[in-house]
């Protein structure tokens, strides 16, 4: 079974303050997906990577980076945290580099309250 | 752009009660659809999926049925149990522009009470 883990299931962290959100997958997975989850507004994509080094951005990048540096993990980062990314975060990796019929596999996801 | 819309609930069923969950879409090409469920305090997993038009996906009993003429991939369920409460995501993968993307409904939060 594809395995998608992320760092930490809660995090609370002060306006201001730089965020690393840490993503692992073990199945060798080419693509993977940070998203962020709110009610009322499902799951929005903020950034992608298809490879090691390479990303693309989603539909709500504002404020956030991302880093590939290895295939198996991709981080999130707050550069500044700001009240309005309390979220839920989700991790998801698919295997094939292209096609739109492929599975994504997801994190159990991380809680952020930014005060 | 693409997009999906499914009602937010709650859906509130007795046990053993019938599910309809309608999804519609709007996309250009030919996309796949997914249902994926939420169980609380976890991330989203694969439900099921279809990959063309008049496919039916199917897993532990809950189907849907890709429907282009009618852009539906609506979600049912003969008889549901306290242990399917849980928030459903209907969703549709394109691969436009040489990667996968997908475009995620609002989720619909179903509570099944004994």
């Given at each position: 079974d594809v395995k998608v883990t992320q760092s930490s299931r809660y995090l609370v962290k002060r306006t201001g303050?730089?965020?690393?959100?840490?993503?692992?997958?073990d199945m060798d997975h080419e693509n993977m997906f940070w998203y962020r989850q709110d009610p009322g507004l499902g799951l929005r994509l903020i950034y992608f990577s298809y490879d090691v080094k390479m990303k693309e951005k989603g539909d709500i990048p504002e404020g956030y980076s991302v880093s590939r540096e290895k295939k198996e993990r991709f981080s999130l980062i707050l550069e500044s945290a700001s009240t309005n990314q309390t979220s839920m975060y989700l991790c998801a990796s698919t295997l094939a580099l292209a096609g739109s019929t492929d599975t994504q596999y997801f994190g159990p996801g991380t809680r952020l309250t930014v005060l | 752009g693409n997009s999906v819309t499914q009602m937010e609930?709650?859906?509130?069923?007795?046990?053993?009660?019938?599910?309809t969950i309608n999804c519609t879409y709007t996309a250009t090409g030919y996309p796949s659809l997914f249902w994926y469920v939420q169980?609380?305090?976890?991330?989203?997993?694969?439900?099921l999926k279809a990959t063309k038009a008049d496919d039916k996906g199917s897993n532990k009993g809950f189907e849907a049925t890709y429907r282009k003429e009618t852009t539906s991939f609506h979600l049912e369920k003969g008889s549901v149990q306290v242990s399917d409460?849980?928030?459903y995501f209907c969703a549709l993968s394109d691969s436009a522009g040489g990667y996968q993307k997908v475009t995620f409904g609002i989720g619909t939060k179903l509570q099944v009470i004994p």
């Open positions: 303050e730089k965020v690393f959100l840490e993503c692992v997958q | 609930g709650p859906v509130t069923l007795s046990e053993e009660a019938f599910l169980y609380p305090g976890e991330g989203l997993q694969l439900l409460s849980a928030v």
